[in-house]
């Protein structure tokens, strides 16, 4: 089993639209968690951490459910420029631990 | 500032060659790392260094060598090329210190093809 797992996708969706990611994680002593966005052929940089109380960034909102191991991103409203691969990175003692990436298509 | 650099940006080599990828940072990041991406695998981790002298394993550090001479460059090394090694190579750097010092900043890579 994969220590991060998410859903590959691809999810193409219409502008406008909202738009859920979800990943789980093996490793229950997972001390830190976060959210990178990659575009296509460039490097992954950084969306935003994940706290446990959940947070929100403008369009972005990052959930953490570490009963679950289970943590979750969404994107409302959706631009043609949010179109990426969504990568869900967990840490512990300081090294990440990065998820496939669920790749998003938003289209006009 | 020009953040983490990383030589040369594509490379071809034939099976058995050797290379250095060399990566660069000015923010003054005590950790860097060298990271392998795979269609369907993520970002799996080579090796990394916790400082200037020091480095240590990753995930999947067989056929590579590192090395951190000077706190600013991490040089990740191929000794023997084998067509299992082509792939895209990022190097990362971050503070090193507290918990959002995890953040890591990424290079912009280095396609590697070994035929």
């Known amino acids: 089993r994969k220590e991060v797992e998410q859903d590959p996708g691809p999810f193409n969706v219409p502008e406008g639209a909202t738009v859920a990611f979800n990943c789980t994680y093996s490793n229950s002593a997972s001390q830190s968690f976060f959210w990178y966005r990659q575009d296509c052929r460039k490097e992954p940089k950084l969306l935003m951490s994940?706290?446990?109380s959940g947070n929100e960034d403008g369009r972005f909102t990052a959930q953490l459910n570490r009963a679950s191991q289970y943590i979750s991103l969404l994107i409302r409203d959706s631009k043609l420029s949010d179109s990426a691969t969504y990568l869900c990175v967990v840490s512990n003692t300081g090294k990440l631990i990065f998820g496939q990436g669920t790749t998003l298509q938003v289209k006009p | 500032n020009a953040g983490v650099t990383q030589t040369p940006k594509f490379r071809v080599l034939k099976t058995g060659q050797s290379m250095t990828l060399l990566c660069a940072q000015d923010?003054?990041?005590?950790?860097m790392y060298w990271y392998r991406q795979d269609p369907g695998m993520g970002l799996r981790l080579i090796h990394y260094?916790?400082?200037?002298?020091?480095?240590a394993k990753g995930e999947v550090p067989d056929g590579y060598n590192v090395s951190r001479l000077k706190k600013q460059n991490f040089l990740l090394g191929l000794e023997s090329a084998a067509p299992s090694q082509t792939s895209v190579y990022f190097c990362?750097?971050?503070?090193?210190?507290?918990?959002?010092?995890?953040?890591?900043?990424f290079g912009p890579g280095t396609r590697l093809l070994v035929l």
């Open positions: 923010m003054n990041h005590e950790y």
């Open positions: 994940v706290y446990s």
């Open positions: 990362a750097s971050s503070t090193g210190t507290g918990v959002f010092s995890e953040t890591q900043y």
């Open positions: 260094s916790v400082g200037e002298g020091t480095t």
